[in-house]
Nanobody, 127 residues
Framework: EVQLQASGGGLVQAGGSLRLSCTTS????????IAWFRQAPGKEREGVSL????????RYADSVKGRFTISSDVAENTVYLQMNSLKPEDTAVYYC????????????????????WGQGTQVTVSS
């Protein structure tokens, strides 16, 4: 059974930090890219960051570049999202998702169909 378990969300003040974790099982981690998406109330879901677990190549949405860092631990089948300098507009439910990797994933990382999704974790940034 494929599972993606997102955790680490919470309430933080603006300027603070959080680290999200996406723990996976049930598929070959190294064959997939893992992405973080978020959805704020009344807004469409948007891609935040992606990592190719095989070689560590990353992609970021412009809105989080320089503030968020994605990383992976192949031994633990886990992807992390370190979020620094958080802003109230980062408030959303954050989801992790997996897509079988090929080079095309890096071209349009967030506008494609993903194979597996986890449940969300709430991030709330107060002003």
């Amino acid at each position: 059974e494929v599972q993606l378990q997102a955790s680490g969300g919470g309430l933080v003040q603006a300027g603070g930090s959080l680290r999200l974790s996406c723990t996976t099982s049930g598929f070959n981690f190294a064959d997939y890219a893992i992405a973080w998406f978020r959805q704020a109330p009344g807004k469409e879901r948007e891609g935040v960051s992606l990592i190719s677990t095989s070689d560590g190549t990353t992609r970021y949405a412009d809105s989080v570049k320089g503030r968020f860092t994605i990383s992976s631990d192949v031994a633990e089948n886990t992807v992390y999202l370190q979020m620094n300098s958080l802003k109230p507009e980062d408030t959303a439910v954050y989801y992790c998702a997996a897509v079988r990797f090929w080079v095309g994933v890096l071209v349009h990382p967030f506008s494609r169909e993903y194979d597996y999704w986890g449940q969300g974790t709430q991030v709330t940034v107060s002003s």
